[in-house]
């Protein structure tokens, strides 16, 4: 990943590892063009700060404003300055947090940090614009949309800040999801820049190395400058056309809500809500309203409703047998439900339709055992016709052991081993040494269970399969 992370991004890392650090002369962005040229231009330290944040809190909160603030900073760089600058936007986002690690230590978290960092991320902008003959010939106009951006109180156009931010997402994502831009990199560079991933959370959602997601990165980034792609959201026909891809985004983005590729928690509901309100917006639009949209928007939201029940206290994997339903939130299903009926205009049937019919099922089910699998599989075996997915073929080898039996199941698994496009793909071996648990070949399952312990990277999933492990040697004995 050398080749891809800005000094911004190392320094990031270095100030989480020390907040102590008392240097803060100027350092470069990864951008050969940004280069020595940031000055020291801070907001003067807050009045009403929380001097006494403790070290631990800083580096809590700058994570947590990573996540939840620096695409929306992006998104509006961009949408002022042209997505040309897209490398601009996302060094001067960086740098912009940097410097929270380096200066809330000693003069405190402010009272608003978001406000803070986008005060921040205003003046680096300016301070690398002025520099240019470009900015020099648009201040006049540039200049009353920044004002009114860190204001914080009006915006362009007389918006609200909450709507703006809305419209400037889901341009930039519909920017990244530019016919012109290679359609492996689309969504990939909408993780990125929008959604705050790490180049490992994107090449975990597509099953691909952190050196290929790199290169399409890159491509992606030299076919934007190449091109000088607009920042704008196209007419309607070509808005159309774009859509599968923000779909593919916005589920993607989900997805690591749903069930993380790392880190502590298994669930990050702030993700899940952000691709739910994303869906929403796109449903609510006059081309987004589409039956595939509304497929997806259906897909998450019962699958949203059970996020509660997925860990127990402790932080631990709940599997769908041991979740207590009464628990599950109706009124998502509700609205999820309300969404897969919609879905259902016109004669275009998506994988997000298979999927939500499947999440459906899971949802209509008074108890574990009283779940339709025969349906389920129905369902899957059409799916695997439209998307060829093994992800999707190892959900349905689960389908096949719960109607014809966990032999069934691991012919249907071992097939997909065999095929080795899941060779990482922890959950494979979890499958396959449950099936063999289930047949009492107890020493088999203790093989599969730990190369899956081997491969997961996640705390709750590693103590579940700790525990199956254990479970499967003591009956090995």
Known sequence: ??????????????????????????????SAATKNRIDENLPAPPQNADTAASGDEIPRLAEHLFRHESGKLVSILTGIFGIERLQ??????????????????YYGIPKNPAAWLTQTAKNLTLDVLRREKVFREKEEQIAPVMEQWSSGLTHPEGR??????????????????????????????????????????????????????????????QRIRDLHIPFEIPPDPDLTARLDGVLQTIYLLFNEGYKASTGESLVRQELCSEAIRLATLLAQHRVGNQPRTHA???????????????????????????????????????????????????????????????????????????????RILSIYDRLVELDDSPVIALNRAVAVAQVHGPEAGIKVAQELEKGRQLDSYHLLYAVLGEFEAQLNEFQKAVV????????????????????????????VR
């Open 1 to 30: 990943m050398a080749e891809i992370r800005s000094s911004a991004e190392e320094r990031h890392e270095e100030a989480l590892a020390d907040l102590n650090a008392t240097s803060r002369e100027d350092q470069s962005f990864a």
């Open 88 to 105: 601009l936007a996302e060094d001067v986002v960086q740098e912009a947090l940097v410097r929270a690690l380096q200066t809330w230590p």
């Open 160 to 221: 609200s800040a909450d709507s703006e931010l809305k419209d400037d997402g889901l341009r930039l994502m519909f920017v990244c999801c530019h016919p012109s831009i290679p359609q492996d990199a689309q969504a990939a560079l909408a993780l990125k820049t929008l959604c705050g991933f790490s180049p490992a959370e994107i090449a975990s959602a597509f099953l691909a190395t952190e050196a290929a997601i790199a290169k399409r990165l890159v491509r992606a980034r």
């Open 296 to 374: 997806l928007l259906a897909l998450m939201l019962l699958n949203a409703a059970r996020l509660a029940e997925r860990v127990d206290n402790d932080g631990n994997l709940l599997r769908l047998k041991e979740q207590d339903r009464s628990k599950w939130d109706r009124g998502l299903i509700a609205r999820g439900m309300f969404h897969l009926a919609e879905s259902a205009d016109g004669d275009t049937v998506t994988a997000y339709h298979f999927e939500a019919a499947i999440a459906a099922c899971h949802c209509a089910a008074p108890t574990y055992e009283e779940t339709d699998w025969p």
């Open 448 to 475: 599969y269970l730990r190369k899956a312990l081997e491969l997961t990277q996640l705390k709750s999933e590693q103590t579940l399969l700790a525990r199956r492990l254990q479970d499967c040697e003591e009956q």
